[in-house]
């Protein structure tokens, strides 16, 4: 079994300032890691993932996140935020050798970005 | 392509009313079928998956329950709907070692 704990459950920056949401995860076996988007009364939407290879991993809007195996953690960050950033994100674990590849949410943060 | 539907988008039912959530993929077959919750102020939780026609595998025991009637259709019920049942209902599809969400349903529950 997988477990996410996502460290902030608010963060709010100026825009144009650098933000790390943190996230760190638990399992007995090798792992995918995903960060998930939400903007305000929508569904979700794949930021970004980590499957194999690079540990670090570029997204989309241009966030990153970096896989760091021996500290069990995988933050993303963006070096300069935008007022349309602001919106739900999730972190998500599945286990690979999981049959259908069931995901692991951490209970989210908001990223709240400020004029 | 594949697409994923979900309808209603919104709901509102009084407390003790029935459900029906539906959920349908285009473009692909059997694929595993999943419905998440995400209540208010709170993150995801899986509810149920399925890997094939009349296969449910519960995570969490309450008063919903899922159907897979058909190969591409996914739907979440509950025969009398509480207080606790309000929330936001993702309906999501695996492939490629990834997820792929719906739009969502709001269901409140008055």
């Known amino acids: 079994a997988q477990s996410v704990t996502q460290l902030d459950s608010q963060v709010p920056v100026f825009e144009e300032a650098p933000v790390e949401l943190r996230c760190n995860y638990s399992?007995?076996?090798?792992?995918?890691l995903f960060w998930y988007v939400q903007y305000p009364n929508q569904g979700l939407q794949l930021l970004l993932k980590y499957l194999s290879g690079s540990t670090l991993v570029k997204g989309i809007n241009g966030f990153e996140a970096e896989f760091n195996k021996s500290q069990t953690s995988f933050h993303l960050r963006k070096p300069s935020v935008h007022i349309s950033d602001t919106a739900e994100y999730f972190c998500a674990v599945s286990g690979r050798e999981t049959s259908g590849s069931r995901l692991t949410f951490g209970e989210g943060t908001q990223l709240t970005v400020n004029p | 392509s594949q697409t994923i539907h979900q309808w209603p988008a919104t709901l509102v039912q009084p407390v003790g009313s029935p459900l029906s959530l539906e959920c349908t993929v285009e473009g692909t077959s059997n694929p595993n079928l999943y419905w998440y919750r995400q209540a208010a102020g709170r993150g995801l939780q899986l509810l149920f998956y399925?890997?094939?026609?009349?296969?449910i595998s519960s995570e969490v025991p309450q008063n919903l329950s899922a159907s897979r009637p058909q190969d591409r259709q996914f739907i979440l019920s509950s025969k009398k709907l509480l207080l606790s049942d309000s929330g936001f209902y993702l309906c999501?599809?695996?492939?490629?070692?990834?997820?792929?969400f719906g739009p969502g349903t709001r269901l409140t529950v008055t």
């Open positions: 399925s890997v094939g026609i009349g296969q």
């Open positions: 999501a599809w695996n492939w490629g070692g990834k997820q792929y």
């Open positions: 399992s007995s076996v090798s792992v995918y």
